[in-house]
Structure formats: C-alpha cells, structure tokens
Nanobody
C-alpha cells in the first residue's frame, strides 16, 4: 500500500521556523521526484518546492525562495521542507506528492500568526 505521511506542521509566530517531513512507503521512493504543495483557504493548491530522485535537482517557488529549503534522505524514505522566516501568508495545508505515481499525502496544517 502506497503511503505518504506528512508531519511537523503546527502553529508558529511570524518569523519562526518549522520543518515538515514526508515519509513514504509502498513504492520505490528513491526513484521518484517528490514535491511539496500547499493550499490556503479559498485558494488553489500551489507547488512550493520539488526535488529530483537523487536530490541534486531542486526547485523552489519564488514566493518562498531564500526562506524554504527542500532536501531528502533516501535511506529514511523521507523528504524535508525546512521553512524559515515564516509569514502569515504561508498559512496553508501542506501536502507532499510523488506526482509521477499520482501519490499524495493527507496534508499537515501550518498556521503562522502575526
């Protein structure tokens, strides 16, 4: 059974930091690119960051560039999203996905208070 499980969300004050984790099982994790997406209330889901299967290819959307970092540990089948200097507009449900397989996690809530 394919599973992607996000963790690490929570409530943080503006300027704070959180690290999200996405742990995978049920598929060959090390051969898939993984991406993080987020969806704020009333808005469409948007891509935040992506990382290739080796970890060398990475992309970050402009709105979080310089604040968010994506990384992965293929031994632990986990992808991380380090989020620094969080802003209220970062408030959303964050999802990880292995898009090539159509796999999505259930999401973790991040709330940034001003």
């Amino acid at each position: 059974q394919v599973r992607l499980v996000e963790s690490g969300g929570g409530v943080v004050q503006s300027g704070g930091s959180l690290t999200l984790s996405c742990t995978a099982s049920g598929f060959t994790f090390g051969t898939y690119g993984i991406s993080w997406h987020r969806q704020a209330p009333g808005k469409e889901r948007e891509l935040v960051a992506a990382i290739g299967w080796t970890g060398k290819a990475r992309s970050i959307t402009d709105s979080v560039k310089g604040r968010f970092t994506i990384s992965r540990d293929n031994v632990k089948n986990t992808v991380f999203l380090q989020m620094n200097n969080l802003k209220p507009e970062d408030t959303a449900v964050y999802y990880c996905a292995a898009l090539l397989g159509g796999y999505w996690g259930q999401g973790t809530q991040v709330t940034v208070s001003s």
